[in-house]
């Protein structure tokens, strides 16, 4: 399995307050994203890096800010969460040796906002 | 990317092979065909992708279509532990997509005794 940690894994917020959710890989990957997963939904991208300092908006982004200082990690920051930002949220990364992006996914963070 | 149309949902028994088919009609020449699976509430996981030749690995075969319009995921001998929604998903290489993929609602493959 690729070496990904999401942190927390679990977390209960209450609504207007911010959080920061940390995704960390040891696999030296140059890419990683954030996506979230809702009933009905599927996988949405939230944010994608295409290296340090390399960000850029995916399909849902409005609401979410994300930074990455340093290739080992990749951070999503909700800046006042709101209820409809309860999900479960998953990082991934890739490395493509070619022109394809197989993607490795960390086990997930599970928010609730109240 | 080019939109894929899956079943809803599937059996299939235990020992027998899986055969998981996939519509995805307006793909065009530079798209590969990827298949991710979901097991319960973990995180996606690859499973294997292709252009236009059939690919084979360790966990899946895939086959595409001469006119790349539609593909199959075959599991050759499924266990219980292949329960999961599998996704097929279409996306670019290289230039400015980075590897985004969209997920829509997959199948979900149930594996009985």
């Known amino acids: 399995d690729a070496g990904i940690t999401q942190s927390p894994r679990h977390k209960v917020t209450e609504t207007g307050t911010p959080v920061t959710l940390r995704c960390h890989q040891t696999e030296n990957h140059r890419y990683m994203y954030w996506y979230r997963q809702d009933p009905g939904h599927g996988l949405r991208l939230i944010h994608y890096s295409y290296g340090v300092k390399d960000t850029d908006k995916g399909e849902v982004s409005d609401g979410y800010s994300v930074s990455r200082s340093k290739t080992e990690d990749f951070l999503l920051t909700l800046e006042s969460a709101t209820s409809s930002q309860t999900s479960v949220y998953f990082c991934?990364?890739?490395?493509?040796?070619?022109?394809?992006?197989?993607?490795?996914f960390g086990p997930g963070t599970r928010l609730t906002v109240t | 990317d080019a939109k894929t149309t899956q079943p809803p949902s599937m059996d299939c028994a235990e020992g027998r092979a899986a055969n998981l088919p996939c519509n995805h009609s307006t793909i065009s020449g530079n798209e590969y065909v990827y298949w991710y699976r979901q097991i319960h509430s973990q995180g996606p996981q690859y499973i294997i992708h292709?252009?236009?030749n059939n690919e084979t690995n360790e966990m899946a075969s895939l086959i595409i279509t001469e006119d790349r319009k539609s593909s199959t995921l075959i599991l050759p001998h499924a266990t219980l532990r292949d329960t999961a929604v599998y996704y097929c998903?279409?996306?670019?290489?290289?230039?400015?997509?980075?590897?985004?993929?969209?997920f829509g609602q997959g199948t979900i493959l149930t594996v009985h005794p």
């Open positions: 292709g252009l236009k």
């Open positions: 998903i279409v996306s670019g290489a290289g230039g400015t997509s980075y590897g985004k993929l969209t």
């Open positions: 991934a990364i890739s490395d493509p040796p070619g022109r394809t992006y197989e993607q490795y």
